[in-house]
């Protein structure tokens, strides 16, 4: 996202006035998923608590999830644990790739790695300099953490009274909110490129075949195809 | 312990543990710049997978035609630099329009 008035203004306030407006979309999506995981949940028969606390320490929505899912049906707790894990093995490689945001103090870093999200990723990852990517990715991890627990705890306690979110096409923010945040990125740079279109058929081929989570695991095999990687 | 508890304890551990990786690696271990570079791009190859299985796929099938038309919207915006908000609304207003006027 690299718009014109933002490249030929002085950075600052305006800056932070900006990546707040773009992420107020992202929470106000997050917060309404969130709704639907703690109405989801309870409905299902768990009690309030379960979506609640969950979201609090565990903070991955796909993998809540699938993982509440799998209680639901029966699955068993370790099945369960397994699926959303293996969903959030990509959490690993967003970790090394933000690292170096998180500052040197090792309370900022401890408490970074938990706001590690797909969303927040996408968007420090998007912004021009490293300022600014630190800026965007504590406003928008922040945010998203006090958006989804709200977002559950609100659910979880009215239930499913408040309908399917896909009926507003709330399914499409999420795929929509990475391609407003890595499609630019893509189009700058063809090295990225060469790999994350393989990456991504990889990824769209296998997923009938293999469980959740290990299909974008294998698009990194695009990364192959990244500049200098096969000698 | 109950069941449940167990489960949300393997899972926020688990999860804790992945995302630690690499901050806890920051600073301690010197990086080669080049690893950092792949790290980067790995990111932005995940991010790309997540947009075309999440555009497209629902539970190991296809996830109907409104969210793929609606991303697909939201892809020539982005392309075209649209900002930000026009991007993800116009997505959820087309998906949406779609899905009142019957399509899946």
């Known amino acids: 996202m690299r718009s014109s008035h933002r490249t030929t203004r002085p950075p600052g306030a305006r800056t932070g006035t900006s990546l707040v407006r773009d992420s107020s979309l992202v929470w106000l999506a997050g917060g309404i998923v969130g709704v639907s995981f703690g109405a989801v949940s309870v409905a299902g028969g768990l009690p309030v608590w379960v979506p609640v606390v969950m979201s609090l320490v565990v903070y991955a929505g796909s993998a809540q ?6 209680l639901l049906a029966g699955g068993g707790p370790l099945a369960a644990a397994a699926t959303g894990l293996l969903l959030n093995t990509r959490t690993a490689a967003f970790g090394l790739a933000v690292a170096d945001l998180l ?3 090792r ?4 408490l970074g790695a938990h706001l590690v999200t797909d969303e927040t990723v996408a968007f420090a990852l998007a912004q021009p300099d490293p300022a600014r ?3 965007a990715f504590w406003i928008s991890g922040l945010g998203l953490f006090a958006a989804w ?9 009215a239930g499913t009274a408040l309908g399917d979110p896909a009926r507003y096409g709330l399914d499409a923010a999420f795929p929509a909110v990475l391609a407003a945040l890595v499609l630019p990125a893509l189009r700058a740079d063809a090295g990225v490129r060469r790999a994350a279109l393989p990456g991504a058929a990889v990824a769209l081929a296998v997923t009938p075949a293999v469980p959740a989570g290990v299909p974008v695991l294998l698009a990194l095999l695009g990364l192959f195809a990244f500049p200098g990687v096969r000698r | 312990m109950n069941a449940t508890v167990v489960m949300i304890l393997a899972l926020c551990l688990g999860t804790y543990a992945f995302r630690l990786v690499g901050p806890a690696l920051h600073g301690r271990v010197e990086v080669p710049a080049r690893v950092q570079e ?7 190859v995940l991010l790309v997978a997540l947009l075309a299985t999440g555009a497209l796929t629902e539970d190991g099938g296809f996830a109907g035609w409104a ?8 892809g020539v915006l982005a392309w075209r630099r649209a900002p930000f908000a026009v991007v993800v609304l116009a997505a959820v207003a087309v998906t949406a329009l779609l899905r009142a006027a019957g399509a899946g």
């Open chain 2, 38 to 44: 792949l790290a980067s791009a790995g990111a932005v």
């Open chain 1, 133 to 135: 990517r630190r800026t």
């Open chain 1, 149 to 157: 627990n709200t977002g559950v705890l609100i659910g979880a306690l």
């Open chain 1, 107 to 110: 309370a900022t870093r401890l």
């Open chain 1, 103 to 105: 500052g040197p103090g």
């Open chain 2, 67 to 74: 969210r793929p038309a609606g991303v697909l919207v939201a």
């Open chain 1, 65 to 70: 999830f699938s993982a509440v899912g799998v």
